[in-house]
């Protein structure tokens, strides 16, 4: 078996039980402080715009945050929250991670 496969497997025999009370309220914590940081990002004028023009030319059923409803397909979406996320700086940044690894895999 390869590594992926393993990771896989675990993730997908994995139950919310089995998760320790610690890590399903940090994780609970950090989902809330990266769409908080993709919310307060959206409001940046060149995200707006980047929004308002995939979802004029590309409709799709992906949300894009704080854009007042406006929907894309899901890359392009996950696009624009992922760049309004790290828009303002104020997305987490856990001390024993290397940047900031929320913001670019929640949007995904």
Do not use: Q, Y
């Amino acid at each position: 078996m390869t590594a992926e496969r393993d990771l896989a497997t675990f993730a997908a025999d994995l139950s919310f039980s089995d998760i320790p009370k610690a890590v399903r309220d940090r994780a609970g914590l950090t989902v809330a402080d990266t769409v908080g940081a993709i919310v307060g990002g959206s409001t940046d004028d060149a995200i707006r715009s980047l929004a308002r023009r995939w979802s004029e030319t590309m409709p799709g059923t992906a949300t894009v945050l704080g854009s007042d409803g406006l929907e894309a397909p899901a890359p392009p979406a996950a696009f624009c929250n992922g760049a309004a996320g790290t828009g303002l700086e104020l997305d987490e940044g856990p001390r024993f991670a290397a940047g900031h690894p929320s913001v670019h895999g929640l949007p995904a």
